[in-house]
């Protein structure tokens, strides 16, 4: 199939994610700076905006530099988000599969046995949170630690969001890699980070090295930037496929029960639905006990639907829009921050595109007694295994 025909054809698969950029769809510079005087005034580091093709913006202040290393906290997740999708194209990952086909040790038990990937990865697992056992002083390997958590609930029936769900992934990812005598850190690596020419400057990781997947990196805002660009470019960067069009779409799916959270991304979907509210994420999950009602969730109006974002803690944020191919890069510290006056301000008096619902990320209906579909999955990708 010709190069063009086989783009075309991805392009049909997911219209929603490759919106055409509109020539005049852009933020004015006086809403950009705007927003820079709000981050500014508060907990914010740095700021830049990536629009069209260019760095329109870019700023560091309250004693942060543009060399120096931050740590972007749960923006780490979105990363294995990838590495999820990427093992989807080699064919040695399917969402769908039972994670006890892997962890043998949940086949017996009646909830934990039926959890798919695709629950760790939208948190819909039922899983306890796990932040004490993931987070907390402990020698263990947290890997294990991760697959002793208890299924408080059926798979399906909440979103909690917490740890350790993308800490049971790692354990999956173990398991699978060491077939292939590899480490998840090393294929992230290797898939990733290498060729963004992208550094992590430091891991957080437990007693026994290995990395927390859930919160583990520090990494420079460029840096951060090179990889919401190869988002926005649908998995190409410089010439070379990341990650398939396809498989890099599915994280950005929400869920009945959380509409505003795909496979490891925030998205924004649901913001143009008569009833979507919006919520700020942060300030929900500092809340004792953690929020169990993310119905209808979206996280500001003023931004564009297909907005997705990678979001960590102490307001460490990477805002990015396909079909304005904008990357937004915010840094932060403790402070008040909102997300929603935050993007009510950037996207002040903007040119946006006109997105109908159908070029938005769609939300994922639950599959009650999903099987797992890893035999086919294998057998059609089997050839692209050695990638």
Not at 72 to 81: A, E, L, P, R, V
Request: aromatic residues 10%.
């Amino acid at each position: 199939m010709a190069r063009s025909a086989l783009f075309a054809a991805c392009l049909s698969l997911c219209p929603w994610f490759f919106v055409p950029m509109a020539a005049n769809a852009q933020l004015r510079m006086e809403s950009i700076k705007a927003a820079h005087e709000y981050s500014a005034s508060g907990p914010g580091l740095g700021m830049i905006v990536y629009e069209g093709g260019r760095i329109r913006f870019e700023d560091y202040y309250n004693s942060h530099s543009v060399s120096k290393p931050l740590h972007i906290y749960s923006g780490t997740k979105s990363f294995f988000g990838v590495v999820a999708a990427i093992g989807l194209d080699h064919g040695w990952l399917d969402l769908d599969e039972r994670v006890s086909e892997t962890i043998l040790e949940w086949r017996d038990d009646p909830r934990k046995s039926r959890i798919t990937v695709r629950d760790l990865l939208n948190f819909t697992s039922g899983l306890e949170t796990g932040f004490s056992e993931i987070y907390g002083r402990s020698s263990a390997d947290k890997l294990t630690l991760a697959i002793g958590l208890d299924a408080e609930a059926g798979r399906g029936e909440t979103f909690v969001y917490g740890p350790g769900h993308l800490q049971v992934f790692g354990e999956v990812l173990r398991r699978k890699l060491r077939r292939r005598m590899t480490t998840y850190d090393k294929f992230l690596e290797r898939q990733i980070l290498r060729p963004l020419d992208i550094t992590v400057t430091q891991w957080r990781d437990d007693a026994h090295g290995n990395p927390i997947l859930s919160a583990g990196m520090y990494m420079t805002g460029r840096d951060w930037l090179t990889f919401g660009q190869m988002v926005i470019r649908g998995g190409e960067w410089n010439g070379k496929r990341i990650v398939s069009i396809d498989s890099l779409r599915r994280c950005f799916t929400g869920t009945r029960i959380n509409p505003a959270y795909g496979l490891t991304f925030w998205v924004n979907g649901y913001a143009t639905r008569a009833d979507a509210r919006v919520v700020d994420v942060e300030e929900w999950l500092d809340r004792d006990p953690l929020p169990i009602d993310w119905s209808r969730a979206c996280l500001s109006r003023d931004a564009p639907p297909d907005m997705v974002t990678a979001l960590g803690s102490n307001f460490q944020r990477l805002y990015m829009v396909p079909s304005m191919q904008l990357v937004v890069v915010h840094l932060g510290r403790k402070g008040t921050f909102r997300d929603e006056e935050f993007l009510r301000i950037l996207f002040r008096d903007a040119t946006l595109p006109q997105l109908t619902q159908s070029d938005v990320p769609p939300v994922e209906v639950f599959r009650p007694d999903v099987q797992s579909g890893g035999g086919l999955f294998k057998k059609l990708f089997k050839d692209r295994e050695g990638e």
